[in-house]
Nanobody, 114 residues
Framework: QVHLVESGGGLVQAGGSLRLSCAASGSISSINAMAWYRQAPGKQRDLVAV???????NYADSVKGRFTISRDTAKNTVYLQMNTLKPEDTAVYYC????????WGQGTQVTVSS
């Protein structure tokens, strides 16, 4: 069992920055990878960034060069640093953990105003 709690969302002006946090608890050793997804109203949930257990990262093309996924293993926390935010980044951002099965956080709202 893995429990995920996101935080750090909010309202920001276009061009601004925001850092999201995802705190994991439970069976941490069972996690193979952590990821951030986002879902805008009326749209499907899309993958934003992934970090694997060995530290490798991957990003959606839409956020490459602007977003950075990282981790603090001592705190069992994954971060998503979002820079140069655009209105199209507006969405609910979800943290996900891949273990034997997938786990999801409750989501945190990110709103970017133009």
């Amino acid at each position: 069992q893995v429990h995920l709690v996101e935080s750090g969302g909010g309202l920001v002006q276009a061009g601004g920055s925001l850092r999201l946090s995802c705190a994991a608890s439970g069976s941490i050793s069972s996690i193979n990878a952590m990821a951030w997804y986002r879902q805008a109203p009326g749209k499907q949930r899309d993958l934003v960034a992934v970090i694997t257990r060995d530290g490798s990262t991957n990003y959606a093309d839409s956020v490459k060069g602007r977003f950075t996924i990282s981790r603090d293993t001592a705190k069992n926390t994954v971060y998503l640093q979002m820079n140069t935010l655009k209105p199209e980044d507006t969405a609910v951002y979800y943290c996900s953990a891949n273990a034997i099965k997938n786990y999801w956080g409750q989501g945190t709202q990110v709103t970017v105003s133009s």
